[in-house]
T-cell receptor
Framework: GAVVSQHPSWVICKSGTSVKIECRSL??????MFWYRQFPKQSLMLMAT?????????EQGVEKDKFLINHASLTLSTLTVTSAHPEDSSFYIC???????????FGPGTRLTVT | AQSVTQLDSQVPVFEEAPVELRCNYS??????LFWYVQYPNQGLQLLLK??????LVKGINGFEAEFNKSQTSFHLRKPSVHISDTAEYFC?????????????FGAGTRLAV
């Protein structure tokens, strides 16, 4: 149980385009989903917390207009990187916490490369 | 605020040898503690967690960790490692208050078997 999927697993896009990453909880309902960014050989940096049906809460320094987060249902959250630039290239990982749960379940990650 | 320090960025070890990955944390409130493993180009998998009760916690793949409140440590151990244990290991904490939302990660320790 407690499986989280991400799609796509990797994506290459041109500079200036937008790309959407999906995060799904497959066998549980996730009140809260989290989006992390991980640079090579570094730890995870929390970008934002999204609660179903409400606006996401962004961490300091994360541009909310650039990283659009939508959590429209209890099983799906999306992260859209708008007007992507090469510096946005990174490994993006989502996690989900079930209702009244105390731990987060992580997706397999999405490798984004902006050329 | 909370912080997590993983004292070793890389730990080389021979196969079948024991290993300890160190984790210390700082927090003004009580926390839950976690160890995660990350294989190359994958997400994080929970190894074990300490929420309450016995300070010795056993997890998957033969790993265990001991919570030491006085030393604010949560070191991860395995008595005999395998090549398949080669991965990045992250220690993390989350405060008991605040809805268990924010996971604060350490910088990670690369275990090279």
């Amino acid at each position: 149980g407690a499986v989280v999927s991400q799609h796509p697993s990797w994506v290459i896009c041109k500079s200036g385009t937008s790309v959407k990453i999906e995060c799904r909880s497959l066998d549980f309902q996730a009140t809260t989903m989290f989006w992390y960014r991980q640079f090579p050989k570094q730890s995870l940096m929390l970008m934002a917390t999204s609660n179903e049906g409400s606006k996401a809460t962004y961490e300091q320094g994360v541009e909310k207009d650039k990283f659009l987060i939508n959590h429209a249902s209890l099983t799906l959250s999306t992260l859209t990187v708008t007007s992507a630039h090469p510096e946005d290239s990174s490994f993006y990982i989502c996690s989900a916490r079930e209702v009244a749960g105390r731990e987060q379940y992580f997706g397999p990650g999405t490798r984004l490369t902006v050329t | 605020a909370q912080s997590v320090t993983q004292l070793d960025s890389q730990v080389p070890v021979f196969e079948e040898a024991p290993v300890e990955l160190r984790c210390n944390y700082s927090s003004s409130v009580s926390v839950y503690l976690f160890w995660y493993v990350q294989y190359p180009n994958q997400g994080l998998q929970l190894l074990l967690k300490y929420l309450s009760g016995s300070t010795l916690v056993k997890g998957i793949n033969g790993f265990e960790a001991e919570f030491n409140k006085s030393q604010t440590s949560f070191h991860l151990r395995k008595p005999s490692v395998h090549i398949s244990d080669t991965a990045e290991y992250f220690c993390a904490v989350t405060p008991l208050s605040g809805g268990y939302n924010k996971l604060i990660f350490g910088a990670g320790t690369r275990l090279a078997v």
